[in-house]
């Protein structure tokens, strides 16, 4: 992997420039700070795959970075790919340790949905939701779309948290029809940078929150947080569940655990700790 402020063709799309590592460094390496590295690749597999080969000796707070995924992964194995200098392709290491009870561990995810969609807000402008547990949704045309995902992998001591954001995608572009980006949301700002560095400020805030209240979501304001931006409550949905059973019903809340609670058509409640959730039409 070669550092994306070395190569010779940087500079190869114009409409699409570099990451500076240096001023990303400059802006987020400051005393203090949860973020201890910030590493820019032109391209790799996967920067999960690449920061959790690594975690044991890296500290806490490892920032991994990449113009190009060539083997990105989301969910339940789906590939994530897109030009290189597209969008935003990034892990961070976070070590949580004895401060938080490994069974709390489970709400990173949906902290760094909270942050991303935060992040996205403040620095480009553009309304966003998220789909239980992982997704980012962005409006397009009036139509809700995804745009990025989070997807986060145990560690020995700590988690992979992974985020893949489209940021410049034509709809040409997209890997499929139903995918959005920031620009097909009309963002005010489509350069990464500052998305980026929005993005890792908020996860930094709230991940100190969560630390500071041993992992309690409800009592650092998460749960109530990812539950007012959360576009699956009060949906009809179909959660398609480990082990091939599926479950209809309406999404009524996110539990303390960060389970999604379906009641179903005749009344029972269940909640969802993993699966699939999809957005039914017409309810």
Known sequence: MTPSDASAGRWSSLD????????????????????????????????NSDLAARA????????????????????????????????LFFSVLLKPGKRVPAGQWGWLTLLA???????????????????????????VDGEERKAGGILA???????????????????????????GSLALAKAAVTDREPVLKAVLRSMEDWYGRWLAAGGDAAECGLQETYAAGCATLARHVRAELPGGRELT?????????????????????EAVSAGDVIHLRGH
């Open 16 to 47: 699409r420039p570099p990451l500076s590592a240096a001023a990303l460094r400059r802006s987020l390496l400051t005393e203090g700070s949860l973020w201890t590295s910030v590493e820019v690749v032109d391209s790799t597999g996967s920067t």
């Open 113 to 139: 949905g909270v942050a991303t969609a935060a992040g996205v807000a403040q620095a480009a402008g553009v309304d966003t939701a998220l789909k239980w547990p992982n997704d980012l949704l962005v409006t």
């Open 153 to 179: 992998e145990r560690v020995d001591d700590g988690l992979v948290i992974g985020i893949g954001l489209n940021v410049t995608l034509t709809e040409d572009e997209l890997p499929v029809p139903a995918a």
């Open 249 to 269: 019903g309406t999404a009524e809340a996110v539990d303390a655990d960060g389970r999604l609670v379906v009641r179903t058509a005749e009344g029972t409640r």
């Open 56 to 87: 044991d000796g890296l500290p806490e707070g490892a920032v991994l970075v990449a113009e190009e995924q060539t083997a990105g992964r989301g969910r339940l194995d789906r590939s994530w790919v897109a030009p290189a200098r597209s969008g």
